[in-house]
C-alpha cells in the first residue's frame, strides 16, 4: 500500500483546510528523539509522550549505578533538548492505551487521563527487564534500564559497603561485599568491570575496619563465554581483562533462584550453589513495553516472544500503515536491540510520514547500517569491532570514549561528563555516591521487616 492512500484525517478530530498533520511520538528515547527530531521542519504537529519526559541515554545508566555519573548527564529533560523545535511539544504521561481503531493515544498522570488523537504515530516506548518469567527476582535483582534502577542499584552497591564497615560478624560482612550481576552481555560485563575498580581502586582508604579490595565479585550467565555475538577473539580478551581485575566467571551457570540474602545457580551438570550476597545486578534479558502485545492484540499482528511487534518492511503495523513501531519494540530480521538500531528506525519512520505528506509512494524497506559493536570492560580497556576492523585494549577504550560522548545530547552534558570520566578514570574519585536510606537497605527490606533507620527517615541522605 502507497503512502499516499494514509487518511489524513483521525476519526473524531475535525481538522480544518491547512491544518497540520498531528504526529504522536511515544517514548522520548533514542527511537522516539530521532524521529521527533527528523520532523523539525515538517508541515506536522509533534506530540511526545513519556513517562518520565527525558531522554535517557541507557547504555550509561550503570556508570549512574556506579557513581562515575549523574542522573542529568545522561537523562535530559525532553522539552529542553526539544526547546527549539517549534512544532513539537512534550507531555507527561504513561500510555495506558492505544485506541487504533479510533487513533487516538490514551495516557495517564497523576492528574487524570489524556487523550492525544493522531494522524500519524511512532511508537517507541522501549524495552524493560525480562526475569524470564521469574518476576519475584526483581525484587531482589534490580535491572538496568531506568533511571530508578540505576538509583536504586547505586543505594545498595554503596550502602552495601557502608553497612560491611560496621558489621561485626565475618559472615555478615563477607556477605554484604559479594556483588553478583547475572547476564554477560556488554551491561554485564561493564557492570562487572566497574564494581571491580570501585573495590579495588576508588574506595581504596575510605574506610577503617574494611578493606573493599576483599569484596567479590561474580558474573554469571548460562552462555559459555562473556560478550555472545562478538568475535571470539574479542570474548577472549575481555574475559582476561574481567579476571585480571578479581572478577569470577561463572560461565554456563544459570541463576534458579534469588532471594534478599542469596542466589541460586545451577552448573551444566546440574549442580546447584548457594552465593551468599546482598546485592544482585540483573543484566540479563529484555522484554518489549507491554504495548506491543495490545496493539497484537487489536490488530492481529504477530508478536514474538520478547514482546516485540513484527513490522512491515517499512516499519509499519501490518494493516495500519499510519502507525510505525520503532527500536526495541519492533522485531525486524537482522535489526538488534541496540541504540544506533533506534535511531535510524525512528528516522525512517519520520521520512515515512514526509513521504506520506508529500503524496510520494512508500520508500524502499529499512535497512539497518551496523554502526559495529563496542563495550568497555574496564578503566583504559574497551572490545570493539567496527566492520572488518577487530581491537581492544586502549585505543578500542579511547574509541568507545569518543563515541559515546558523540551520542550524548547537548555540549554541556559532554563536557561535564567528560569531566566526571576524567575524575573517575585518571583519578580515583565517584562524585556521585549520595544514596537514600531506603535506597541503601532496599525497598523489599523495608516493606518485609517494617523498618526504618531509627534517626533517619527514608527520604534523608546517608553516605558521602
Same mark, same amino acid.
Not at 102 to 110: D, F, I, L, T
Given at each position: 500500500?502507497? *503512502?499516499?492512500?494514509?487518511?489524513?484525517?483521525?476519526?473524531?478530530?475535525?481538522?480544518?483546510?491547512?491544518?497540520?498533520?498531528?504526529?504522536?511520538?511515544?517514548?522520548?528515547? =533514542?527511537?522516539?528523539?530521532?524521529?521527533?527530531?527528523?520532523?523539525?521542519?515538517?508541515?506536522?504537529?509533534?506530540?511526545?509522550?513519556?513517562?518520565?519526559?527525558?531522554?535517557?541515554?541507557?547504555?550509561?545508566?550503570?556508570?549512574?549505578?556506579?557513581?562515575?555519573? !549523574?542522573?542529568?548527564?545522561?537523562? #535530559?529533560?525532553?522539552?529542553?533538548?526539544?526547546?527549539?523545535?517549534?512544532?513539537?511539544?512534550?507531555?507527561?504521561?504513561?500510555?495506558?492505551?492505544?485506541?487504533?481503531? %479510533?487513533?487516538?493515544?490514551?495516557?495517564?498522570?497523576?492528574?487524570?487521563?489524556?487523550?492525544?488523537?493522531?494522524? !500519524?504515530?511512532?511508537?517507541?516506548?522501549?524495552?524493560?527487564?525480562?526475569? =524470564?518469567? %521469574?518476576?519475584?527476582?526483581?525484587?531482589?535483582? #534490580?535491572?538496568?534500564?531506568?533511571?530508578?534502577?540505576?538509583?536504586?542499584?547505586?543505594?545498595?552497591?554503596?550502602?552495601?559497603?557502608?553497612?560491611?564497615?560496621?558489621?561485626?560478624?565475618?559472615?555478615?560482612? *563477607?556477605?554484604?561485599?559479594?556483588?553478583?550481576?547475572?547476564?554477560?552481555?556488554?551491561?554485564?560485563?561493564?557492570?562487572?568491570?566497574?564494581?571491580?575498580?570501585?573495590?579495588?581502586?576508588?574506595?581504596?582508604?575510605?574506610?577503617?575496619?574494611?578493606?573493599?579490595?576483599?569484596?567479590?565479585?561474580?558474573?554469571?550467565?548460562?552462555?559459555?563465554?562473556?560478550?555472545?555475538?562478538?568475535?571470539?577473539?574479542?570474548?577472549?580478551?575481555?574475559?582476561?581483562?574481567? /579476571?585480571?581485575?578479581?572478577?569470577?566467571?561463572?560461565?554456563?551457570?544459570?541463576?534458579?533462584?534469588?532471594?534478599?540474602?542469596?542466589?541460586?545457580?545451577?552448573?551444566?551438570?546440574?549442580?546447584?550453589?548457594?552465593?551468599?550476597?546482598?546485592?544482585?545486578?540483573?543484566?540479563?534479558?529484555?522484554?518489549?513495553?507491554?504495548?506491543?502485545?495490545?496493539?497484537?492484540?487489536?490488530?492481529?499482528? /504477530? @508478536?514474538?516472544?520478547?514482546?516485540?511487534?513484527?513490522?512491515?518492511?517499512?516499519?509499519?503495523?501490518?494493516?495500519?500503515?499510519?502507525? =510505525?513501531? @520503532?527500536?526495541?519494540?519492533?522485531?525486524?530480521?537482522?535489526?538488534?536491540?541496540?541504540?544506533?538500531?533506534?535511531?535510524?528506525?525512528?528516522?525512517?519512520?519520520?521520512?515515512?510520514?514526509?513521504?506520506?505528506?508529500?503524496?510520494?509512494?512508500?520508500?524502499? #524497506?529499512? /535497512?539497518?547500517?551496523?554502526?559495529?559493536?563496542?563495550?568497555?570492560? !574496564?578503566? =583504559?580497556?574497551?572490545?570493539?569491532?567496527?566492520? #572488518? $576492523?577487530?581491537?581492544?585494549?586502549?585505543?578500542?577504550?579511547?574509541?568507545?570514549?569518543?563515541?559515546?560522548? $558523540?551520542?550524548?545530547?547537548?555540549?554541556?552534558?559532554?563536557?561535564?561528563?567528560?569531566?566526571?570520566?576524567?575524575?573517575?578514570? @585518571?583519578?580515583?574519585?565517584?562524585?556521585?555516591?549520595?544514596?537514600?536510606?531506603?535506597?541503601?537497605?532496599?525497598?523489599?527490606?523495608?516493606?518485609?521487616?517494617?523498618?526504618?533507620?531509627?534517626?533517619?527517615?527514608?527520604?534523608?541522605?546517608?553516605?558521602?
Amino acid at each position: 500500500m502507497s *503512502a499516499s492512500s494514509l487518511p489524513s484525517r483521525s476519526p473524531g478530530t475535525s481538522h480544518g483546510p491547512g491544518k497540520p498533520h498531528d504526529v504522536v511520538v511515544i517514548g522520548s528515547g =533514542f527511537g522516539g528523539l530521532f524521529a521527533t527530531k527528523a520532523l523539525a521542519d515538517a508541515p506536522v504537529r509533534v506530540t511526545v509522550v513519556d513517562g518520565t519526559a527525558t531522554h535517557l541515554f541507557q547504555p550509561l545508566l550503570y556508570q549512574v549505578a556506579t557513581g562515575v555519573l !549523574s542522573v542529568g548527564e545522561i537523562a #535530559p529533560a525532553a522539552r529542553d533538548v526539544l526547546r527549539q523545535q517549534r512544532n513539537a511539544r512534550v507531555l507527561l504521561g504513561v500510555v495506558t492505551e492505544i485506541d487504533v481503531a %479510533n487513533r487516538v493515544v490514551v495516557s495517564s498522570s497523576p492528574l487524570g487521563e489524556t487523550r492525544t488523537s493522531y494522524d !500519524s504515530l511512532i511508537v517507541a516506548a522501549g524495552a524493560g527487564q525480562s526475569y =524470564f518469567g %521469574n518476576d519475584r527476582f526483581a525484587d531482589h535483582a #534490580p535491572g538496568l534500564k531506568s533511571i530508578d534502577d540505576a538509583l536504586e542499584l547505586r543505594g545498595r552497591i554503596f550502602g552495601a559497603f557502608e553497612l560491611a564497615e560496621l558489621a561485626t560478624d565475618p559472615a555478615a560482612r *563477607a556477605r554484604l561485599t559479594t556483588f553478583v550481576v547475572v547476564g554477560a552481555g556488554p551491561t554485564g560485563v561493564e557492570m562487572a568491570g566497574q564494581l571491580a575498580e570501585l573495590a579495588h581502586r576508588s574506595l581504596r582508604g575510605n574506610f577503617r575496619r574494611l578493606d573493599p579490595a576483599q569484596a567479590r565479585i561474580l558474573l554469571v550467565d548460562p552462555v559459555p563465554k562473556v560478550l555472545p555475538g562478538y568475535p571470539e577473539r574479542l570474548q577472549d580478551a575481555a574475559a582476561r581483562t574481567l /579476571e585480571g581485575l578479581g572478577v569470577e566467571l561463572l560461565m554456563g551457570h544459570k541463576v534458579v533462584d534469588v532471594d534478599d540474602d542469596y542466589v541460586d545457580v545451577e552448573d551444566p551438570d546440574g549442580n546447584r550453589t548457594r552465593i551468599d550476597a546482598q546485592t544482585k545486578v540483573w543484566a540479563a534479558g529484555v522484554a518489549a513495553s507491554p504495548l506491543g502485545r495490545s496493539l497484537g492484540e487489536q490488530t492481529g499482528a /504477530e @508478536v514474538d516472544r520478547a514482546g516485540r511487534v513484527v513490522v512491515e518492511p517499512n516499519g509499519s503495523l501490518p494493516g495500519h500503515p499510519e502507525v =510505525f513501531v @520503532v527500536g526495541d519494540m519492533a522485531s525486524r530480521k537482522g535489526v538488534p536491540g541496540v541504540a544506533p538500531a533506534a535511531m535510524q528506525s525512528g528516522r525512517y519512520a519520520a521520512e515515512e510520514i514526509l513521504r506520506h505528506l508529500r503524496g510520494e509512494p512508500t520508500g524502499a #524497506p529499512f /535497512e539497518y547500517h551496523d554502526k559495529g559493536s563496542l563495550a568497555t570492560v !574496564s578503566r =583504559f580497556q574497551a572490545v570493539a569491532k567496527i566492520g #572488518p $576492523v577487530e581491537t581492544s585494549g586502549f585505543a578500542a577504550w579511547l574509541l568507545w570514549l569518543g563515541v559515546h560522548l $558523540v551520542y550524548l545530547v547537548g555540549f554541556k552534558n559532554r563536557i561535564t561528563t567528560l569531566l566526571h570520566w576524567a575524575v573517575s578514570f @585518571v583519578g580515583r574519585g565517584r562524585s556521585e555516591r549520595t544514596a537514600t536510606w531506603q535506597q541503601v537497605v532496599g525497598r523489599t527490606v523495608l516493606r518485609s521487616r517494617g523498618a526504618e533507620h531509627p534517626t533517619q527517615r527514608a527520604g534523608d541522605v546517608v553516605g558521602s
